[in-house]
């Protein structure tokens, strides 16, 4: 019966957890998601902790990686196949918990709770092809710019570290309730050794404080210096038909439409999104003329995305090698070869094969497809006096890509993407969560360009200014544009100067108190 209860305590933790994330956005349940499992977990062994971790993770990321079956060739074995990858290295996470609470004691493991969370989500947001910084905690909170402002200083992973610790303490105070208090002869006496947890509980309460009035403070700062205008241009073009040779012409006719109209504004700087192009400018003549007149006819630089073949497609034999590409096309000089960036992080299974003809990818029913070239470094486009970098599609993710962007001069981002894919499903929102903290590890602007949604302007703070939205206020799969102005900044935050420091601390303390659990048992007690 116990393991009954243990394990729907998991499953009610995981529950609680998707839905404090995109759509549902309860993300007042972030703060106290983790406390069902935290609690079987200090009173388990290792064994029945990893299975409870397990249990939780299977349910959370089944739940928020639904999406996923919209993917060309995706199926229910490549989830179970993800499913089980996460269930892993989650339940290696909740062994540990439980180790150090059966070694040493519930205050301990708890104490280790949030360094141990937070080296378990860098590792699996940094593992290889297998790399997912995806469902992180702090992307709850999204929506509340008070909350993640401590992001500029410890990146993002600072208010996962946060959340993890409210739930810890939470549970601590649990235990100490139990413990302080004990009936004897009609009295309720306390105990001078249970006090740890309450003490827990106030130190959680102190940094959470902190944050909080640091990030009031933070948000009531003005944006000071050089305004430029912008367009962003939502084409909403269906996957279907992006690269249907019979529509190039209508696909085009909509781009330079849209920007003649935003134009009214007379924008420095108007983009189009990844792939905009039904062919890329470097192969068609045609097409480049025809974004190079764009340009010229409106005066602003034109962004785009151009790729010469569009992801998830099986391998061609004539051509084995692409790019996927950025392009700054200036109105003023007609004959100079545009800036241009192309992909560094590759997308895994759609633009390109990890270990291509060492791993039997086809006995899981994964394709040879068509193989991108990664680009070469973290380049910089200028315009107009200022710099700034193009994360293509979900690159955007990445903290590490944002920061080295940013550390090569780029004074605001724009994130061109292509979700055509993922059609009327969460994961556009779930991209959005992640972009807003972009904003605010580095204090820049972030915009992003999608060719379906959601297209809009982040400040540096994170808040979002404006959408691309209809007249019923619909995001996805629809065309339009917006039009705004950016301050481009040069100042750089402590996370953007000194990157993951939080995580070595993690490492440090979660090192200290491993190796202290091994080489110590917990005390025993006379009865």
Request: glycine share 6%; proline share 8%; net charge negative.
């Given at each position: 019966m116990a393991a009954i209860v243990s394990a729907l305590a998991a499953f009610c933790s995981g529950i609680c957890l998707y839905a404090a994330f995109p759509s549902y956005e309860l993300s007042f349940l972030a703060w106290v998601a983790l406390t069902p499992l935290l609690f079987v977990l200090v009173r388990s062994n290792p064994l029945i902790g990893f299975f409870l971790s397990f249990v939780f993770s299977a349910v959370f990321f089944a739940a928020h990686f639904s999406w996923m079956f919209v993917l060309?060739?995706?199926?229910?074995?490549?989830h179970i196949i993800l499913d089980i990858y996460f269930g892993i290295l989650t339940g290696i996470l909740g062994a540990a918990i439980s180790f150090i609470a059966k070694r040493r004691d519930v205050s301990t493991a708890l104490f280790a709770t949030p360094f141990l969370w937070l080296l378990y989500e860098f590792i699996r947001s940094n593992l290889s092809f297998l790399s997912l910084p995806w469902g992180l905690l702090a992307h709850t909170q999204y929506r509340h710019p008070v909350i993640i402002q401590i992001a500029s200083l410890t990146g993002t992973y600072g208010i996962s570290f946060l959340i993890v610790l409210v739930n810890a303490a939470l549970v601590g105070l649990f235990h100490w309730y139990f413990s302080l208090w004990k009936m004897k002869s009609g009295r309720l006496l306390a105990?001078?050794?249970?006090?740890?947890?309450?003490?827990?509980?106030?130190?959680?309460?102190?940094?959470?404080?902190?944050?909080?009035?640091?990030?009031?403070?933070?948000c009531k700062q003005q944006i000071i210096g050089e305004r430029i205008r912008i367009a962003l241009i939502q084409g909403n073009i269906t996957q279907e038909k992006k690269w249907d040779?019979?529509?190039?012409?209508?696909?085009?006719?909509?781009?330079?439409?849209?920007?003649?109209?935003?134009?009214?504004?007379?924008?420095?700087?108007?983009?189009?999104?990844?792939?905009?192009?039904?062919r890329s400018i470097t192969v068609d003549k045609k097409v480049y003329e025809q974004v190079i007149s764009v340009a010229e006819s409106t005066g602003a630089y034109v962004l785009l995305g151009s790729a010469q073949a569009q992801k998830f497609n099986v391998k061609d034999p004539g051509k084995s090698k692409y790019t996927n590409s950025a392009f700054l096309i200036s109105p003023h000089v007609r004959n100079t070869k545009p800036e241009r960036y192309d992909k560094i992080r590759l997308l895994p299974f759609g633009e390109y094969l990890p270990f291509r003809g060492h791993m039997p990818w086809s006995l899981i029913?994964?394709?040879?497809?068509?193989?991108?070239?990664?680009?070469?470094?973290?380049?910089?486009?200028?315009?107009?006096?200022?710099?700034?970098?193009?994360?293509?599609?979900?690159?955007?993710?990445?903290?590490?890509?944002?920061?080295?962007?940013?550390?090569?001069?780029?004074?605001?981002?724009?994130?061109?993407?292509?979700?055509?894919?993922?059609?009327?499903?969460?994961?556009?929102?779930?991209?959005?969560?992640?972009n807003v903290f972009r904003a605010v590890e580095n204090r820049r602007y972030v915009l992003r360009c999608a060719n379906t949604g959601i297209s809009c302007i982040i400040d540096p703070y994170g808040r979002v200014l404006k959408k691309v939205s209809d007249e019923i206020g619909n995001e996805l799969f629809v065309r339009g544009f917006l039009t705004g102005s950016i301050t481009p900044i040069q100042s750089k935050t402590i996370y953007t100067r000194f990157g993951e420091w939080l995580i070595w601390l993690c490492t440090l303390v979660a090192a200290i108190v491993l190796l202290m659990s091994v080489f110590r048992f917990k005390p025993s007690r006379q009865p």
């Open positions: 060309p060739g995706y199926s229910i074995l490549h105990g001078p050794s249970t006090w740890g947890p309450f003490f827990f509980a106030v130190a959680a309460l102190s940094l959470l404080s902190f944050s909080l009035l640091f990030g009031y403070l933070e040779a019979t529509y190039a012409r209508k696909i085009m006719k909509i781009y330079t439409s849209l920007s003649q109209e935003a134009n009214s504004v007379e924008p420095l700087l108007i983009v189009w999104p990844e792939t905009a192009t039904p029913n994964i394709p040879d497809i068509k193989e991108y070239l990664p680009g070469k470094g973290y380049n910089v486009l200028s315009l107009a006096g200022h710099q700034f970098a193009v994360p293509i599609c979900w690159e955007n993710i990445f903290p590490s890509m944002a920061r080295n962007f940013v550390l090569n001069g780029a004074e605001f981002l724009v994130n061109i993407t292509n979700e055509a894919w993922f059609g009327k499903t969460v994961a556009p929102y779930q991209f959005l969560s992640m």
